[in-house]
């Protein structure tokens, strides 16, 4: 019996229901992504308890053991990178990111697929952010699906690369939330590091939709303040 409240029925059932027009050769596309969304959310499940078996003194030997593979192979795979700060609701934006790439046939990550990660993402603070002041989640979208390069010829397998200037967006997104005293990256620290980033496709989308960086950071600011201090009343 699998340890996962999930099985295949359930899942076959949700895609069918999802498109119900669609004929077998789109369902097999759509199956595809999401078999891919599925192996992202496992490796970040991995990466969570590999740190932290990391925090109570575990050796690479041992989780490698743990895992199956060499020590080796579970430093490259599992060692702390870029995301290791990032909350949980950002880091499945990230996977977000990334099957929105996927799903427009990008052969690459760019700061507007990161955009439509956190509108995919609606229990985070950038969602609610974005959505206050546009008033239309719809809105932000079309804005995103105007400024976006065209469809590519065929979908990518497998890991998909970010753009330099999505990286830049996740450094900008560290030194948003150390900028902020927090000890943590949220889907807020995101959207501040892709206004930041002026080369990226999703500042001129943010700016368009009249958003500004030093705007979006005073409402962030404020937004955490007021839910630490509710959390500790």
Do not use: C
């Amino acid at each position: 019996m699998s340890p996962l409240d999930i099985s295949l029925a359930d899942l076959i059932a949700r895609l069918d229901e999802e498109l119900p027009e669609a004929d077998q050769l789109a369902r097999i596309s759509e199956a595809r992504l999401r078999a891919q969304t599925l192996s992202d959310l496992g490796d970040q499940l991995i990466d969570h308890y590999v740190s932290k078996a990391k925090q109570t003194g575990a050796s690479w030997t041992e989780i490698g053991d743990a895992i199956g593979v060499s020590k080796q192979a579970a430093q490259q795979r599992h060692a702390p990178a870029a995301f290791e700060r990032f909350t949980n609701l950002n880091r499945h934006s990230i996977v977000l990111a990334q099957e929105a790439a996927r799903t427009h046939k990008h052969d690459s990550i760019g700061t507007e697929h990161m955009l439509l990660g956190l509108l995919g993402e609606p229990r985070g603070l950038a969602y609610e952010v974005l959505v206050a002041k546009t008033e239309s989640e719809q809105r932000i979208r079309e804005a995103i699906e105007e400024a976006m390069a065209p469809a590519g010829a065929k979908a990518l397998r497998g890991h998909i690369a970010f753009r330099p200037e999505s990286k830049e967006a996740i450094e900008q997104a560290h030194r948003a939330s150390a900028d902020l005293g927090h000890d943590w990256v949220g889907t807020e620290h995101t959207l501040l590091g892709l206004i930041r980033t002026e080369q990226g496709l999703a500042a001129q989308i943010l700016r368009n939709l009249g958003f500004t960086a030093d705007e979006l950071r005073e409402t962030v600011k404020s937004e955490i303040t007021e839910r630490l201090a509710a959390r500790d009343k």
